[in-house]
T-cell receptor, first 113, second 113 residues
């Protein structure tokens, strides 16, 4: 069964901490994505990557960075967590062409206090 | 630019009722269209898709038809079950110019026994 896994389901961090969210896919997909999901706002794209070591900014990249050193792993980094980054974070992957569906992980609910 | 608009929820139905969730889109060219479903505590998963005008996507009793003339992709099901309670997202993926998928805000469905 194909899978996208995320390192934590729930995470609580303090303001100013550096936070790492890890995502791993086992489908040999070229593309990987990080979204945040907030009530009433749907999914908003933070960053995506279409190849190893490649990254592109999404719609809301401020306060985030990413790393993709291996094809199967895509990390989201909050350099200095703030309370407005409290959210559900979803990782997804897809094949290379744009009309392929995305496969999502279960999400990480991050609370910054 | 590309955008997706779907009806606001929540939608509350009794078991065996007919379901329609409206979705309209704005896009250049001929995007691929998707419906994703998110069950409580999980990530999104693909429900159905259509890649060209007049295509009908179907899965688990759900259907949606790609209507180019009305730029719509409404989700329908003839008889809903309690287990269909979830959040439904309409999405489009442009076939040119990038890898981003645009998601609607989501519609929450509650089905009562």
């Amino acid at each position: 069964d194909v899978k996208v896994t995320q390192s934590s389901r729930y995470l609580v961090k303090r303001t100013g901490e550096k936070v790492f969210l890890e995502c791993v896919q086992d489908m040999d997909h070229e593309n990987m994505f990080w979204y945040r999901q907030d009530p009433g706002l749907g999914l908003r794209l933070i960053y995506f990557s279409y190849d190893v070591k490649m990254k592109e900014k999404g719609d809301i990249p401020e306060g985030y960075s990413v790393s993709r050193e291996k094809k199967e792993r895509f990390s989201l980094i909050l350099e200095s967590a703030s309370t407005n980054q409290t959210s559900m974070y979803l990782c997804a992957s897809s094949k290379g062409a744009t009309n392929y569906e995305q496969y999502f992980g279960p999400g990480t609910r991050l609370t910054v206090t | 630019g590309n955008s997706v608009t779907q009806m606001e929820g929540p939608v509350t139905l009794s078991e065996e009722a007919f379901l329609t969730i409206n979705c309209t889109y704005t896009a250049t060219g001929y995007p691929s269209l998707f419906w994703y479903v998110q069950y409580p505590g999980e990530g999104l998963q693909l429900l159905l898709k259509a890649t060209k005008a007049d295509d009908k996507g179907s899965n688990k009793g759900f259907e949606a038809t790609y209507r180019k003339e009305t730029t719509s992709f409404h989700l329908e099901k003839g008889s809903v079950q309690v287990s269909d309670s979830a959040v439904y997202f309409c999405a489009l993926s442009p076939n040119t110019g990038g890898f981003k998928t645009i998601f609607g805000a989501g519609t929450r469905l509650f089905v009562k026994a």
